[in-house]
């Protein structure tokens, strides 16, 4: 089955400990995103990577960090400077930059709660 | 990237045809306009895209206006399984850029 997988689907850290989440897609996909959902709130654009070994910073970008040595993965690291990690992360990804239907393929997240 | 502005919610009837309006009325000449749903603890899943007109899926149909400053996602016959957030993003993604601006979404209540 093609499709991007998270893991964990949950995980609880103590405050000021780095976490890496992992996202992993096997769709061929160019590009790959991270977000950050809030309780009632939408999509918050952290990271996101048109290419291998290139990435941009989204909207949110402070106290996160991602690399992307490999096209089939695009991991996200929550360091210790950011001021709320405690969220829903959503990894995506989508076809060659530019394509007319960009249709985003979201992973099933992973809930981080820092304690 | 255009900014859209959605109903907060909206109840419906278990077999109902439920229309969801979308208002972007600084859609640009190059924009499309996508629509995701979102169930509870999950990513959000592509539902259509369209320019101008009428576009149908086996999903849904988005009508869009001649001036396309405003965009209505329709459902035929919901069931209960349609509860969820909906969200209207507009974008030219045929251009490079590649970005979704998710707003708070449509959460869509359907009542047996």
């Known amino acids: 089955d093609g499709g991007i997988t998270q893991s964990p689907k949950y995980l609880f850290r103590k405050e000021g400990q780095n976490v890496t989440l992992s996202c992993e897609q096997n769709l061929n996909h160019d590009a790959m995103y991270w977000y950050r959902q809030d309780p009632g709130q939408g999509l918050r654009l952290i990271y996101y990577?048109?290419?291998?070994?290139?990435?941009q910073k989204g909207d949110i970008a402070e106290g996160y960090s991602v690399s992307r040595e490999k096209k089939e993965s695009f991991p996200l690291t929550v360091t210790s400077a950011q001021k709320n990690p405690t969220a829903f992360y959503l990894c995506a990804s989508s076809r060659t930059p530019g394509a007319l239907l960009n249709e985003q393929f979201f992973g099933p997240g992973t809930r981080l709660t820092v304690l | 990237l255009a900014k859209t502005t959605q109903p907060i919610s909206m109840d419906s009837y278990e077999g109902q045809e439920v229309n969801i309006t979308c208002s972007h009325n600084n859609i640009a000449t190059n924009d499309y306009i996508t629509w995701y749903q979102q169930f509870p603890s999950q990513g959000p899943r592509f539902i259509i895209q369209?320019?101008?007109t009428k576009v149908t899926n086996e999903v849904a149909s988005l009508f869009i206006p001649a001036d396309r400053k405003s965009s209505t996602l329709s459902l035929p016959r919901v069931s209960l399984s349609d509860t969820a957030v909906y969200y209207c993003?507009?974008?030219?993604?045929?251009?490079?850029?590649?970005?979704?601006?998710f707003g708070k979404g449509n959460q869509v209540v359907v009542i047996p």
């Open positions: 369209g320019y101008k």
């Open positions: 993003l507009v974008g030219d993604w045929a251009y490079g850029n590649n970005r979704l601006a």
């Open positions: 990577s048109q290419i291998v070994n290139d990435f």
